[in-house]
């Protein structure tokens, strides 16, 4: 059974549904959204979502109107009109706005949908970080219009509607599972039936379980803000268009699943870094993707696994933009070198065969490290046990051991001093014609090679069974390092942030970070 099966028979016909035309705006910005109705009328309300959600803007009886979809919207945008507007107000905070669209006159789910936007800080204002949506993840696992990355699309619009799910979802069940991708379950779980059976009773499309707002930003920003951290808030292209936005904070944040990055939004993070900034990045298959922009931001190119072959930059002087992932020698400039771990020598966890049954926990390596302050950590110990943290995409480094200690080998153009403070093991999962790890129900491609044998021929050639060996045991690792003046700590897993629900040492630890790379106490986490 193919995902994209699973994807088309879980969607929802939505009564209403619409998008901001940026997402990102300053304080003052007139904010357009385009929408589509199948009723007459429907009605808004804007929230800002953070430690609580406050109620900014509503509107009630907004004329619907039905608006032609293009055939290939996923690549060149609805194109709708204005439907409606507002102004950002002076009185709003920088974050994360929530904006509700319901049809009047019709009740069940299909009644409901949601878009969102950003606010930036203004100059000026105080925080004590800045939190970089993952917004070029969204975008590329949103399959709204009929495609996204990961069913053929190399470029894809975001001016179109997210797909339900990605947003914000029904209530988690009995125990707290709300559709995250890892098994939980303590015995493994290698078919994902429990995700399965979710999205299918919810009718949610299975991409939404591996980006959007809801999964990892959603849990992070509720927790911080609860224990007196002030966040404020961009979107990846920022990055690109305002990179000024980071001038004054001293600590940028990644959180969950930020895979795919430009030349562009490196080239402002590493400068920040150099120049005295920090990075604090609670995320997995970190900035793994290299990506383009065109179409004045509004659309993004990546041409993936077929970049050597369809790329138009493929051979050129513009080459190194070539939108494969960064650890291709074609491009010259691994992630190691601004996150410090790679997606290529971590992989997943607890998904398919990639240790379904490992126990979704790191063991402490160097619990002297200030991260580790407070905790009672010691050597051996595990840290995550029982949330899971180590799940899904996991990101690490070539690394040996030394006197019992890991210690990188750099081969992978990881930091000079980069240090390994955890880890836990992980898998790039195989495929082979009489071999499979793949979880076939959640794969976009369930017969095509498998990540294992496709990173292997990406960094060395080809996929013989020695270059696959060089990569076949990864590990999830737990790392800092300092570039220039600044530092960068990495947790090196998509699923960290569930660890902020109910586990103390995670939250110390995430306390530590936040409170020493920000200049300022810890909170009372």
């Given at each position: 059974m193919s995902s994209e099966g699973i994807v088309d028979r879980n969607t929802l016909v939505l009564s209403v549904e619409g998008y901001a035309k940026r997402q990102s705006y300053a304080r003052g910005d007139e904010v357009e959204f385009c929408c589509s109705s199948r009723v007459p009328t429907f009605s808004v309300t804007v929230a800002r979502v953070g430690a609580a959600r406050q109620i900014v803007w509503q509107r009630a009886a907004i004329p619907g109107v039905t608006q032609q979809v293009p055939g290939d919207a996923f690549a060149v945008g609805c194109g709708w009109s204005t439907t409606f507007s507002?102004?950002?107000?002076?009185?709003?905070?920088?974050?994360?706005?929530?904006?509700?669209?319901?049809?009047?006159?019709?009740?069940?789910?299909?009644?409901?949908?949601?878009?969102?936007?950003?606010?930036?800080?203004?100059?000026?204002?105080?925080?004590?970080?800045?939190?970089?949506?993952?917004?070029?993840?969204?975008?590329?696992?949103?399959?709204?219009?009929?495609?996204?990355?990961?069913l053929g699309a190399t470029k894809v619009s975001f001016e179109r509607p997210m797909e339900r799910g990605f947003l914000t979802r029904a209530e988690a069940d009995a125990d707290g599972y709300d559709g995250r991708v890892a098994s939980v379950e303590p015995g493994g779980d290698e078919g994902h039936h429990r995700l399965l059976d979710y999205l299918e009773r919810?009718?949610?499309?299975?991409?939404?379980?591996?980006?959007?707002?809801?999964?990892?930003?959603?849990?992070?920003?509720?927790?911080?803000?609860?224990?007196?951290?002030?966040?404020?808030?961009?979107?990846?292209?920022?990055?690109?268009?305002?990179?000024?936005?980071?001038?004054?904070?001293?600590?940028?944040?990644?959180?969950?699943?930020?895979?795919?990055?430009?030349?562009?939004?490196?080239?402002?993070v590493d400068a920040f870094v150099t120049a005295g900034?920090?990075?604090?990045?609670?995320?997995?298959?970190?900035?793994?993707?290299?990506?383009?922009?065109?179409?004045?931001?509004?659309?993004?190119?990546?041409?993936?696994?077929?970049?050597?072959?369809?790329?138009?930059?493929?051979?050129?002087?513009?080459?190194?933009?070539?939108?494969?992932?960064?650890?291709?020698?074609?491009?010259?400039?691994?992630?190691?070198?601004?996150?410090?771990?790679t997606f290529s020598r971590g992989g997943y966890a607890r998904i398919g065969g990639g240790t379904p049954r490992s126990s979704g926990a790191f063991t402490v390596y160097r619990p002297d490290h200030w991260a580790f302050e407070g905790t009672g950590l010691r050597y051996g110990d595990t840290l995550g046990l029982g949330s899971y943290v180590v799940g899904y995409e996991v990101d690490g480094c070539a690394f040996t051991l030394h006197q019992g200690l890991p210690v990188p080998t750099h081969e992978d153009g990881a930091p000079d001093d980069l240090q390994i403070l955890a880890t836990s093991p992980a898998r790039l999962l195989s495929q082979s014609d009489t071999y499979s790890e793949i979880p076939k129900a959640l794969w976009a491609d369930p017969d095509?090679?498998?990540?294992?044998?496709?990173?292997?021929?990406?960094?060395f050639g080809n996929a013989s069974a020695?270059?696959?060996?060089?990569?076949?045991?990864?590990?999830?690792v737990v790392a800092a390092f300092t570039r220039g003046t600044g530092t960068v700590f990495n947790a090196g897993s998509t699923d960290w942030c569930y660890g902020l629900d109910a586990d103390p040492l995670i939250q110390c630890v995430t306390a530590n970070v936040l409170g020493r790379l920000a200049g300022r106490q810890t909170s009372d986490a």
């Open positions: 507002l102004v950002v107000a002076d009185a709003w905070r920088s974050g994360y706005y929530e904006v509700e669209l319901r049809a009047d006159g019709v009740d069940g789910p299909e009644a409901v949908s949601h878009a969102f936007f950003v606010v930036r800080a203004s100059p000026g204002d105080r925080a004590d970080a800045v939190l970089v949506l993952a917004t070029n993840t969204y975008n590329a696992y949103n399959k709204w219009g009929g495609k996204c990355l990961y919810h009718r949610y499309p299975m991409w939404c379980a591996s980006s959007g707002w809801h999964n990892w930003e959603r849990r992070f920003v509720r927790w911080a803000e609860s224990h007196g951290f002030v966040i404020d808030m961009a979107v990846n292209s920022d990055l690109e268009r305002h990179p000024g936005l980071l001038d004054d904070h001293r600590l940028m944040i990644s959180v969950g699943h930020d895979e795919y990055w430009s030349w562009e939004m490196r080239d402002t900034g920090n990075h604090a990045i609670f995320s997995g298959n970190t900035s793994f993707w290299q990506v383009r922009s065109a179409d004045d931001g509004q659309t993004m190119v990546c041409y993936k696994g077929s970049a050597h072959a369809a790329d138009p930059v493929a051979g050129t002087a513009d080459r190194h933009l070539l939108t494969t992932f960064w650890s291709d020698p074609a491009i010259g400039r691994p992630e190691t070198s601004t996150i410090g771990l095509g090679p498998g990540d294992l044998e496709g990173i292997a021929a990406g960094l020695e270059n696959v060996a060089k990569i076949a045991h990864g590990s999830a």
